[in-house]
């Protein structure tokens, strides 16, 4: 139990373009959604948090009109890097909150790994 | 403020030795606390968590934490590692921030296992 699925799991692009990654809670509804970013060696930066139904709350830093977060359903969240440039080339995570957890345990996607030429 | 420290940023362990991880917290209320592994270029997969109760807590992979209050520590541990425990392993607290709950992070400590 307590699967995420996290699509594409690897992306090229172009810069100026824009790419959407989706994050799925497979078997648990999700009222809490994270999105990481991780560079090579290091730890966790969270960028986001998404509830469902309500405007992400971004953290410190974190442009929110590049990176355009929408929790539509108790399962879904989608992270769209609008107008991506090389150094936005990242891994990026997203992981789950289930809407029965009152202890923050968090489950995560296996990633997406961005790169922008 | 709320922050979690793994002094250790590389640990290097033959195969079939005991291991420990060493994970220190700061943070003012009964701590929600997490050890998450990360293979290479995978996500994060929950070896155990804290929230009460016994102080010792059994994860998967044979893995085992103690919560000591007194020491803000939460050590992670293993009787006698395998060469596919190589991973990046991440201490976490759980905190409020706001109207909301996040995860703070260690910076993770790299476990490297020998033949």
């Known amino acids: 139990g307590a699967v995420v699925s996290q699509h594409p799991s690897r992306v090229i692009c172009k810069s100026g373009t824009s790419v959407k990654i989706e994050c799925r809670s497979l078997?648990?509804?999700?009222?809490?959604m994270f999105w990481y970013r991780q560079f090579p060696k290091q730890s966790l930066m969270l960028m986001a948090t998404s509830n469902e139904g309500s405007k992400a709350t971004y953290e410190q830093g974190v442009e929110k009109d590049k990176f355009l977060i929408n929790h539509a359903s108790l399962t879904l969240s989608t992270l769209t890097v609008t107008s991506a440039h090389p150094e936005d080339s990242s891994f990026y995570i997203c992981s789950a909150r289930p809407g029965t957890s009152s202890t923050d345990t968090q489950y995560f996607g296996p990633g997406t790994r961005l790169t922008v030429l | 403020a709320q922050s979690v420290t793994q002094p250790d940023i590389h640990i290097t362990v033959s195969e079939g030795a005991s291991l420990e991880l060493r994970c220190n917290y700061s943070y003012g209320a009964t701590p929600y606390l997490f050890w998450y592994v990360q293979s290479p270029g995978q996500g994060l997969q929950l070896l155990l968590k804290y929230f009460s109760g016994d102080t010792l807590v059994q994860g998967i992979k044979g893995f085992e934490a103690e919560f000591k209050r007194s020491q803000s520590s939460f050590n992670l541990r293993k009787p006698s590692v395998h060469w596919s425990d190589a991973a990046e392993y991440f201490c976490a607290v759980g905190a409020r921030a706001g109207n909301n709950r996040k995860l703070i992070w260690g910076l993770g400590t790299s476990l490297a296992v020998n033949p």
């Open positions: 078997d648990f509804q999700a009222t809490t």
